[in-house]
T-cell receptor, first 116, second 109 residues
Framework: NAGVTQTPKFQVLKTGQSMTLQCAQD?????MYWYRQDPGMGLRLIYY???????DKGEVPNGYNVSRLNKREFSLRLESAAPSQTSVYFC???????????????FGAGTRLSVL | GIQVEQSPPDLILQEGANSTLRCNFS?????LQWFHQNPWGQLINLFY???GTKQNGRLSATTVATERYSLLYISSSQTTDSGVYFC???????????FGKGTKLSVIP
């Protein structure tokens, strides 16, 4: 029962470097999400993908890009990392966005990212 | 905008005690979930509860949608219950889960 799998688990970057965070789900879900969690805070939505082929901005999209590679995979890219992007990143998926019970979201284990 | 407020922010319990965590939200509810974030950072689904009452072992939850609040009850607490409990909410017609800031629970032996 893998559920939502994120890689890598930890990453340290220098300011200006780029990297891609990977996320894959094996629950045949249509919708996928990327969140960030800063110390002492709840999670905030960066981007989401309601279905394969679509992506939309969430609450804090600046500095990020996403790709919905196929139904299983949704990646988050930092083109030029900044110290303000030091955070824990969570990927989530749900059966379907916007439809009551099918919007139950299931989360991966997170990626701890430090930008120096 | 949508607001989700959780109380109390911090809670320290003796093992075996009971507790009630509260979540107030600012709009009509489409989705409401409770999560436990364990000390290793993993988010664990506890309940999907946009209305009514559910129970799972020592945990139960109640949402009163008309009054815009949800409660999470923990009975006979154990040290493994320690961590942060988050309430997350989305309003009618919305996809976006808005998280509260959480309640940090510490259960001491």
């Amino acid at each position: 029962n893998a559920g939502v799998t994120q890689t890598p688990k930890f990453q340290v970057l220098k300011t200006g470097q780029s990297m891609t965070l990977q996320c894959a789900q094996d629950m045949n879900h249509n919708s996928m999400y990327w969140y960030r969690q800063d110390p002492g805070m709840g999670l905030r939505l960066i981007y989401y993908s309601a279905s394969e082929g679509t992506t939309d901005k969430g609450e804090v999209p600046n500095g990020y890009n996403v790709s919905r590679l196929n139904k299983r995979e949704f990646s988050l890219r930092l083109e030029s990392a900044a110290p303000s992007q030091t955070s824990v990143y969570f990927c989530a998926s749900s059966a379907q966005v916007g439809t009551a019970a099918k919007n139950i979201q299931y989360f991966g284990a997170g990626t701890r990212l430090s930008v120096l | 905008g949508i607001q989700v407020e959780q109380s109390p922010p911090d809670l320290i319990l003796q093992e075996g005690a009971n507790s009630t965590l509260r979540c107030n939200f600012s709009d009509s509810v489409n989705n409401l979930q409770w999560f436990h974030q364990n000390p290793w950072g993993q988010l664990i689904n506890l309940f999907y509860i946009p209305s009514g009452t559910k129970q799972n072992g020592r945990l139960s939850a109640t949402t009163v949608a008309t009054e815009r609040y949800s409660l999470l009850y923990i009975s006979s607490s154990q040290t493994t219950d320690s961590g942060v409990y988050f309430c997350a909410f989305s309003g009618a017609g919305s996809y976006q889960l808005t998280f509260g800031k959480g309640t940090k629970l510490s259960v001491i032996p």
